[in-house]
């Protein structure tokens, strides 16, 4: 494209799709970036929504006209399962090219945001350092050992996860975290990048009004950019973030403390062990996007322990892509699952098939009280034309299913 | 400190065995090329500040960088880096193209020379 001319005032007029990346908000602890760092997440997060909107596309026809057609003749039936989908879709020339660049722009996210993050390492440290000296606000646990489901293969190929220090009191995992949420996202979640906890924020004032938590646990908190909107939203509460990682927690109490958030507390823990807090201490137990990265004993530990650790009439929500439901089409559950094959995402697929109310009634909860819903994030804030999107992300989108319980 | 660990651990490798859906010859070369086309993005970027820039100062004005037309010598310095560049960038295939008709004698492998220049004369 080229300058002036030939841009005509109309277009640029009617312009609605994905912002500049300068909209994503500037709190204290994130990161320093340069005219070069910020038009590399631009060329990213359009990258990304090119992708999505103009490849993916190609991939269903590539499977509707030729690939089913082929797999069909070839097996004598239609595919049974989603990994016969998928397998068959391995043969296509289509949804290779699409998969071998969305792999690409994956890598490339992770290398630009670790370039804004670990040259500023020290720095960065050196403003979280500042924060941790808020007293009670930060209780790190370096004896932790990591789960297996963490160790054994870097999480949407992000080196290192959540847990490596580079240095003592490093928080570059957080930064780099941070700053590539918008181009993963394509700008879907806001300028805080916390359209899940405002969603969920408006679920729970529609559904539960009456509803005044005076203990909250947000499990799997990394950043906390989905707990502090669950914060703000009840001030009366006292609300604890746990999460894995020590980087995480030190980016997230100097993000939460920079945007006047003072009653979210962070602790290093790993959930599946909370004996630190006692039986039925918490009104509120939230995750968001956060079980399809456990294991199965895992996530049955932590569903357990969610039972023991909520009040009579407390509530346990779990924000996560849909589920793999008889009613979704083959298709999609192949595309939906790509994340699990080739985005190291490895309990992904487990997570999407497995009878998630049978999990929470062997945890103990009373299968009459069991919560289904619907939610999603608007971007209203930077991207309001995003209400209107009808692009299918394939586990990427910002519009993810509601499973909980009260008990 | 930051910036050589910046630059040795901002393309890490993930934990994890990273698939390849292409011949992996193609994929690397696709995944260099979807890296250049990346910093090609940031270059225009800022060239495109900078003449906003340069604009908004009142040093030139967006229309006379559409409206510019180079005097012969200008024009002929032009073509001359550009063809210089094409050249640079498709070396490969010059080379690969005079190896087609290249002399025997002109194309030997070199270790086929070590073996003649490393030969004892004596035995």
């Known amino acids: 494209m080229d300058s002036g001319e030939t841009v005509t005032a109309s277009a640029v007029e009617a312009y609605d799709g994905l912002p500049d990346s300068r909209v994503i908000g500037r709190h204290a602890i994130f990161p320093q970036t340069t005219h070069d760092d910020v038009a590399r997440i631009n060329f990213l997060a359009q990258l990304n929504r090119h992708l999505a909107t103009q490849v993916a596309p190609f991939v269903r026809t590539a499977w509707e006209s030729r690939v089913e057609p082929a797999a069909r003749a070839e097996a004598g039936r239609p595919a049974r399962d989603r990994h016969e989908v998928r397998k068959a879709l391995l043969r296509d020339p289509m949804f290779n090219t699409w998969s071998a660049l969305r792999r690409m722009t994956m890598e490339q996210r992770q290398q630009a945001g670790r370039w804004i993050a670990l040259r500023q390492a020290e720095a960065l440290a050196a403003k979280a350092a500042v924060s941790a000296g808020d007293k009670g606000r930060l209780t790190l646990n370096p004896a932790l050992p990591m789960p297996r489901y963490v160790s054994a293969v870097d999480h949407h190929c992000m080196a290192g996860s959540y847990h490596t220090e580079q240095f003592p009191g490093d928080v570059s995992a957080g930064a780099n975290y941070d700053v590539g949420l918008f181009i993963t996202t394509g700008g879907l979640l806001g300028r805080w990048s916390d359209g899940g906890g405002r969603a969920i924020v408006d679920w729970v004032k529609q559904h539960k009004p009456d509803f005044k938590p005076k203990r909250i646990l947000d499990i799997g908190a990394t950043l906390g950019h989905n707990v502090l909107p669950i914060a703000a939203a009840f001030p009366e509460a006292e609300v604890i973030a746990v999460d894995l990682g020590a980087p995480m927690l030190r980016y997230a109490l100097a993000r939460a403390k920079s945007l006047g958030i003072d009653n979210v507390r962070f602790v290093q823990a790993d959930a599946t062990d909370l004996s630190m807090f006692e039986d039925q201490s918490f009104d509120w137990i939230q995750t968001t996007m956060f079980l399809h990265e456990l294991s199965l004993t895992s996530m049955q530990a932590i569903f357990r322990e969610s039972h023991r650790l909520l009040k009579p009439g407390g509530v346990v929500l779990h924000v996560e892509q849909p589920q793999y439901t008889p009613q979704m089409p083959l298709f999609e559950q192949a595309m939906r699952d790509w994340d699990a094959f080739y985005n190291n995402e490895p309990f992904w697929s487990t997570l999407h098939e497995i009878d998630l109310d049978r999990c929470f009634v062997d945890a103990g909860f009373d299968a009459a009280k069991l919560i289904h819903d619907h939610v999603s994030a608007d971007a209203r804030d930077i991207f309001p034309a995003a209400a209107d999107d009808t692009v299918e992300d394939f586990g990427r989108k910002a519009a993810w299913r509601l499973v909980g319980a009260e008990r | ?123």
């Open chain 2, 1 to 123: 400190m930051s910036i050589s660990l910046a630059l040795e651990q901002a393309g890490r490798k993930p934990a994890g065995k990273r698939p390849y859906f292409l011949n992996p010859e193609v994929e690397r070369v696709l995944a260099i090329t979807m890296a250049v086309a990346q910093e090609l993005a940031v270059a225009r970027e800022r060239i495109d500040t900078l003449e906003r820039l340069l604009e908004a100062k009142g040093l030139l004005s967006r229309d006379e960088i559409e409206a510019f037309a180079p005097t012969a010598d200008q024009a002929a310095q032009r073509s001359l880096w550009s063809q210089e560049y094409i050249a640079r960038i498709l070396r490969i295939v010059q080379q690969e193209g005079e190896a087609i008709t290249a002399s025997e004698q002109g194309d030997l492998l070199s270790e086929e020379v070590a073996v003649e220049l490393t030969a004892d004369s004596k035995t």
